[in-house]
């Protein structure tokens, strides 16, 4: 090859370098990661966020999502996320208190009547005032995904009344609050990440835990676990979160596009949650797990302390005050 064709050659390597350097550069990459499995409803909501996202920026911005807690658990991700190294992530509120004390309420057991009134409390001002309440811990709440309500499943008897979880182990998430009902309750409270439980499970670590339907199910904890007690006791949301050193970085027609994907998702979610939870506990029983509906009424009196001790100050009374005043059979809903 002569000197010339070289430097030519050379030449185009450098272009088709810059070229592509260039088409990296113009799409804005966020990288997504959470902790559930691609079956779950929560998956499939950020799924559809992406293609959202792709289809309003034309192919200019992208997420990419990272799932089963690949990245790390619910904790570390929101850890990773207020340093920037990832630029969303979608946490439980129970493990998201510790990081944004306002979710709190959220989950105190017993505070919302029923998926409705849960729905137009999250849906409503209270909802948008929780989620911007994280920017000074350097994260943005987008927007809730339905979680549905959370009920204890065990393995050898079912959880009918409080007193059935006296000396029984059970399996909490990283959340004060969740540790403390089930203290109210008599059980033994033990924080065990998600991705650990189906062992702890097995091994007998703990002999108890709660979720909802599709995550008991998705998990396949019921196959360990063959009793599920429909007590409700809360209705704990999944938050999508995008951490403040993206969300300064974009522009405002990248802020857009990412608030309306975000919005849409998590209405085009809620149908999808409505199936999944219909779909895990008709499997469920037919594998043969027994699903019981325990009176609700002991449960309610056991945490009623929890709800007092959390309005100790006039802000915290108000927010219970303004959560009770929502009128669940209103049609208004975001
Ligand atoms: C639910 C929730 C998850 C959470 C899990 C848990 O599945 O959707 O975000 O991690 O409960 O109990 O840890």
Redesign the pocket.
């Known amino acids: 090859m002569t000197t010339t064709s070289l430097r030519y050659l050379l030449c185009f390597f450098l272009m088709l370098t810059i070229a592509g350097c260039a088409v990296k550069s113009d799409v804005k990459v966020i990288k997504l990661g959470h ?2 499995d691609v079956n ?1 409803s ?1 998956h499939k909501a950020m799924v559809f966020l992406a293609e959202k996202v792709d289809e309003k920026s034309n192919g200019k911005m992208r997420i990419d999502i990272y799932p089963n807690g690949q990245l790390g658990s ?1 904790r570390e991700l929101l850890e990773l996320l207020q340093i920037g190294s990832i630029g969303m992530t ?3 509120a ?2 998201l208190e510790s990081f944004m004390p306002s979710m709190a309420v959220v989950n105190l057991p017993y505070v919302f009547h029923s998926k409705d009134h849960y729905r137009k409390v999250l849906g409503g001002e209270i909802g948008q005032e929780l989620l911007t309440s994280g920017e000074e811990f350097w994260m943005r709440g987008m927007c809730f995904y339905d ?1 549905g309500s ?1 009920s204890f499943y065990s393995k050898d008897k079912p959880i009918m009344k409080p007193e059935d979880l006296q000396g029984l182990k059970v399996r909490v ?1 990283s959340s004060a609050s969740a540790i403390q009902m089930v203290r109210l309750l008599g059980g033994s409270a033990t924080p065990i ?2 991705g650990e ?1 189906y062992t702890a499970l097995q091994q007998g670590v703990v002999d108890a ?1 709660e ?2 339907p ?2 008991l199910y998705l998990t396949r904890h019921y196959e360990v676990c063959r009793y599920y007690s429909l007590n409700e006791h809360t209705f ?1 949301p ?1 938050v999508m979160l995008v951490s403040t050193h993206t969300w300064d970085d974009l522009n405002d027609e990248q802020k857009k596009w990412l608030s309306e994907a975000s919005f849409e998702s998590a209405v085009h979610q809620r149908t999808l949650w409505e199936e999944s939870e219909k779909e895990a506990l008709d499997a469920m029983i037919a594998d043969g797990v027994h699903v019981e509906y325990p009176d609700k009424g002991p449960f309610i009196e056991k945490v009623r302390p929890m709800l007092d001790a959390f309005a100790n100050t006039e802000y915290r009374k108000k927010l219970l005050e303004r959560i009770e005043a929502v009128d669940e059979s209103s049609q208004t809903e975001n």
């Open positions: 902790a559930l779950h929560v619910e979608k946490a439980s129970a493990v979680a959370r998430q990440p998600f439980l835990a979720n909802n599709p995550s704990v999944d």
